[in-house]
T-cell receptor, first 115, second 113 residues
Framework: EAQVTQNPRYLITVTGKKLTVTCSQNMNHEYMSWYRQDPGLGLRQIYYSMNVEVTDKGDVPEGYKVSRKEKRNFPLILESPSPNQTSLYFC??????????????FGPGTRLTVL | KQEVTQIPAALSVPEGENLVLNCSFTDSAIYNLQWFRQDPGKGLTSLLLIQSSQREQTSGRLNASLDKSSGRSTLYIAASQPGDSATYLCAVRLGTSGSRLTFGEGTQLTVNP
């Protein structure tokens, strides 16, 4: 089944404790992206990647890191989480390049709480 | 900076009604526009994708139109059902590279039996 998976689905942590949210897709998509969703602010793009070893900042990259060492994986790293990073996070992927930007497929979300 | 607005923010209708959800965007140089559905506590499900060269797309009871010159897209839902109750989001991909995606805040739809 074609899908985007995220782990963990729920996470409660404390300020300053480094964490990684994993994202994996099995559709051989070039493009991957992370978003956060907050009440009243909607979905905002954090980082995106157009292929292996190619990443770029979205609208709200502060406090986050990403890496793209393999095509299928795009982990989101919070080196020193703070309470304002409490949010619902989504990973997404799509084809890119010669295919054009086809529809994005979203993962199920990771609900993160930073105390 | 691209801004995407969805009106209304919430909509409640009786079952069977035809309805229209609106999405407007400030920068007409879009690559494509995608409509999503989000159920409470769940991820986003893609409904329709319209490329910048297209005027509309249809899937079942859903029809989405795109007017780049006026910066508008509409999602038409025919013969609404209680199962259509969800939040509907539009997202715009920008420019020639289309690498950036901007979302509207969504329209929360309730279809009453």
């Amino acid at each position: 089944e074609a899908q985007v998976t995220q782990n963990p689905r729920y996470l409660i942590t404390v300020t300053g404790k480094k964490l990684t949210v994993t994202c994996s897709q099995n559709m051989n998509h070039e493009y991957m992206s992370w978003y956060r969703q907050d009440p009243g602010l909607g979905l905002r793009q954090i980082y995106y990647s157009m292929n292996v070893e190619v990443t770029d900042k979205g609208d709200v990259p502060e406090g986050y890191k990403v890496s793209r060492k393999e095509k299928r994986n795009f982990p989101l790293i919070l080196e020193s989480p703070s309470p304002n990073q409490t949010s619902l996070y989504f990973c997404a992927s799509s084809l890119w390049g010669g295919h054009g930007y086809n529809e994005q497929f979203f993962g199920p979300g990771t609900r993160l709480t930073v105390l | 900076k691209q801004e995407v607005t969805q009106i209304p923010a919430a909509l409640s209708v009786p079952e069977g009604e035809n309805l229209v959800l609106n999405c407007s965007f400030t920068d007409s140089a879009i690559y494509n526009l995608q409509w999503f559905r989000q159920d409470p506590g769940k991820g986003l499900t893609s409904l329709l994708l319209i490329q910048s060269s297209q005027r509309e797309q249809t899937s079942g009871r859903l029809n989405a139109s795109l007017d780049k010159s006026s910066g508008r897209s509409t999602l038409y839902i025919a013969a609404s059902q209680p199962g259509d109750s969800a939040t509907y989001l539009c997202a715009v991909r920008l420019g020639t590279s289309g690498s950036r995606l901007t979302f509207g805040e969504g329209t929360q739809l309730t279809v009453n039996p």
